[in-house]
């Protein structure tokens, strides 16, 4: 016989383990209410630990992530009881499969031992309800909530893709990178400079320090890859490419000795916000009903992207845009609670969850 749930969620214990965090929260939202309520949250991450060796050792991550998974649940339920959770929401795809067996075999015992669902989480469609929440000290303030029909950012160090969301269960894919994420062309570029991951921040402080002189509009540029595609594809593989053949020939550039580092954050800042604009644009003429954008995802704190998509609202008043705030971009176990409040009907047993490294 199928269980049955309760069809309203209200409060869950919510776990995140995809990538290098570990990471934990309580969530909770009114019935009927178009947000949800973050009142506990704890990251812990092992991003140190890889900094050697220039990018995640997954073994590394998983067995961090041994170690600090019960800490983390402990610490995050100081001033709350496991009796108040209705569910445990947990990431099981897509991420680096030790580390999501970590969180998913921890939520898989909690539920055998609360008696409670499981709500299990795509990771990547988890993302933008970072937007979808707000922290418990301001949850009566009436700040807007983004409204649908809304198009949907995910822009982070493995996806960068555009989604048309209707509803909450009305969630359509219009397009994405066919190749490198913008957050990954961020850290390779970075790279070149210099820095280690995640490079997207350094390009973002260098970008914000170049003066643009009176002439930048005529000199060469990097490519704005797929600008006039007329479809909703991305790519940044060439964009990468053409930054390392522009970083090695303005070294002989005596044009901005002193800033040629900051010029060439701008320049790769400013191609990449400019293809999210064009795409943005573009949807917003294939669907004028679209009252809100929101942007998730690692790169989602990027001031030019942000900028970017804040342009578009000058000259349509009627459409907000709303970017998380810079905690809830990267990883984090509240947007995968906040997930599973607006999706109650993913709830199951104990017995049938499993954790997939792809989508
Ligand atoms: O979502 P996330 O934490 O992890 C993935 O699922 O990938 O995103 C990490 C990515 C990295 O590529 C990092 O460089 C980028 O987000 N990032 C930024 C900024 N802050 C983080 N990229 C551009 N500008 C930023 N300010
Ligand atoms: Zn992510």
Redesign the pocket.
Known sequence: MKTTYPHQLTTVLAIET??DETACAIVQRKPQSDYAVVSSEVTATSLQKHTQTQGIVPEVAAREQLKSMLPVITQTLENHSLDEVDAVAVTVKPGLIGSLLVGVETARTLSYILNKPIVPVN?IEA?PYANFVRPSQISDIKSPIPQFPLLSWVI????TELYLMKSHQEIVYLGGTVDD????C??KC?RMLGFD?????H??RLANQFLPPISYRLRPKLPRPLLHSGDYNLSFSGLKTAFARLHDNIQTDSQYPDSVHQFLAHELQSAISDVIKKKTQQALTEFPAVKSIIIS???A???GIRAALNQLTTTNPSLTTFFPLLSW???NATMIGAYALFHPELQQDWQTITAFPTR
């Open positions: 995809s990538c990771h993302h982070s160090g493995g996806h994420a913008a957050g990954e961020f850290d970075a991951y995640p490079g997207g921040p390009i973002d995802g690692g790169a704190a990027n001031t971009c990267t990883d």
